[in-house]
């Protein structure tokens, strides 16, 4: 298993669109191990395709505090159940460092393709409802900041951009 570099914001990257998956192939499952590896190694609760630069339809995701509840989820559509939105706190291992309230819908159910390529659904609520919709943006190239004002997200793009070339000039 190898660890993979996760983007950063600004980087142009996380903007792109993520395609379908037109089959599980054993590259997909390696590239799912290797996203599982770099997320338990951030650490976080879950990691899109597009944040390590592969621009496909695929979320690896684990809540569980002993590594114990993977899941994966390829080709994901999610339907609303209950349309209250809830405002919760999401961080963003492409943004490192922030933490903001975002709404989102609070019960919603999740039909994807698992590791082997077979159809699964899901219904969500709480942190795991929360959790795929903040994956499901990545692969639309959006990101939990955009929901913020424009003033703070120039705030955090003005940082990040000040630690990026700090740790260039280091390295
Ligand atoms: O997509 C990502 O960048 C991962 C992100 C997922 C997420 C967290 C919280 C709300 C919505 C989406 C993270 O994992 S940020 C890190 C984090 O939340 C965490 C890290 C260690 C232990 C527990 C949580
Ligand atoms: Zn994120």
């Known amino acids: 298993m190898a660890l993979l570099e996760i983007l950063e914001y600004p980087d142009p990257r996380l ?9 599980v192939t054993p590259e997909i499952q390696t590239l799912i191990d290797d996203m599982f590896e770099t997320m338990y190694d951030a650490p976080g609760i879950g990691l899109a395709a597009t944040q390590v630069d592969q ?3 695929l979320i690896v995701m684990d809540l569980s505090e002993d590594k114990s509840e993977p899941h994966v989820f390829i080709n994901p559509e999610v339907t609303v159940l209950e349309g209250d ?3 919760m706190q999401e961080g963003c291992l492409s943004v490192p460092g922030y933490y903001e309230d975002v709404e989102r819908i609070e019960h919603v159910l999740i039909k994807a393709l698992n590791r082997e390529g077979e159809a699964f659904e899901l219904e969500a609520t709480g942190l795991l409802a929360v959790c795929i919709q903040h994956e499901m943006d990545h692969l639309n190239g959006k ?3 955009d929901y913020l004002s424009k003033l703070k997200r120039t705030r955090i793009k003005k940082k990040l951009e000040k630690q990026q070339k700090a740790q260039a000039s280091a390295s």
């Not at 903007?15 to 089959?23: C, F, H, S």
């Open 15 to 23: 903007r792109k669109i993520a395609a379908p998956v037109e089959q």
């Open 55 to 57: 621009h496909i339809q």
């Open 85 to 87: 939105p809830e405002k």
């Open 143 to 145: 990101l939990f900041i």
